[in-house]
């Protein structure tokens, strides 16, 4: 099982994948929009990080996507090996509503990262309406099987909650894509559970943010 990471992304695949984001439609997360959210919120990392990496979002129907690469611009590199791993979630304002699986930077590190990219902003320019009151459809979360879906729990127009699958309307070859992902990670921890290693859920070993004004969210 290939868990290292190579080290031999080069700047020239951040060029591409950058270049690729923006063709996409997504815009850099500038510093001064950082600085605000961590001023606003309040924000200190759990461990000392080094720089600023190049983050891109996109947004429409009320979510946003956000990119993370792990990419230095400032310094022209890639954070040291094994130091940061590529994210692409979905928020809702300041509340996160998905995480892919993160992204181990071993091969085929930049154009996974941009197919999620594009996957993940179709989610987002095809967010679902309920199919029973027309309102939005939020995203959710099974607890046990860690799934996500669509639900609409609009309790003035139906009783019921309504839900539809993630994957909902996804295009076939996306959906391709996606499958192929999700049975390897299963193939993953598969192999790590014969290891009696139990791998922590990534997004919660990513950084636990504090926050000092809470009250400040959005
Ligand atoms: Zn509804």
Same mark, same amino acid.
Request: aromatic fraction near 12%; hydrophobic fraction near 35%.
């Given at each position: 099982?290939? $868990?290292? @990471?190579?080290? +031999?992304? $080069?700047? =020239?695949? %951040?060029? &591409? /994948? =950058?270049?690729? /984001?923006? =063709?996409?439609?997504?815009? @850099?997360?500038?510093?001064?929009? +950082?600085?605000?959210? &961590?001023?606003?919120?309040?924000l200190s990392p759990p461990r000392p990080i080094t720089g600023k990496e190049a983050s891109y979002m996109y947004t429409n129907n009320n979510y946003t996507v956000k990119i993370h690469t792990t990419f230095l611009k400032k310094e022209g590199k890639w954070r040291d090996t094994s130091t940061d791993i590529g994210w692409c979630l979905i928020a809702e304002k300041d509340v996160r509503k998905y995480f892919s699986r993160p992204f181990q930077r071993k091969k085929g590190f930049v154009l996974k990262l941009l197919r999620y990219a594009w996957i993940t902003k179709w989610k987002v320019d095809n967010r679902h309406l309920c199919p029973s009151c027309n309102r939005y459809m939020d995203i959710k979360r099974k607890q046990?099987?860690?799934?996500?879906?669509?639900?609409? $729990?609009?309790?003035?127009?139906? $009783?019921?909650?309504? %839900?539809?699958s993630w994957d909902h309307n996804l295009p076939p070859k996306a959906k391709q894509f996606v499958t192929k992902r999700r049975k390897n990670t299963l193939k993953y921890n598969k192999n790590n559970e014969l290891l009696g290693k139990n791998p922590t859920p990534a997004p919660v070993i990513r950084k636990k943010w504090n926050m000092r004004n809470p009250e400040n969210q959005e």
């Open positions: 099982m290939k $868990t290292k @990471e190579i080290q +031999s992304l $080069t700047k =020239e695949d %951040f060029i &591409f /994948l =950058e270049k690729s /984001l923006l =063709e996409i439609g997504f815009v @850099e997360i500038t510093k001064t929009d +950082s600085k605000k959210t &961590f001023n606003r919120l309040g046990a099987t860690r799934q996500y879906f669509w639900c609409c $729990t609009n309790k003035t127009k139906h $009783t019921q909650p309504v %839900f539809l």
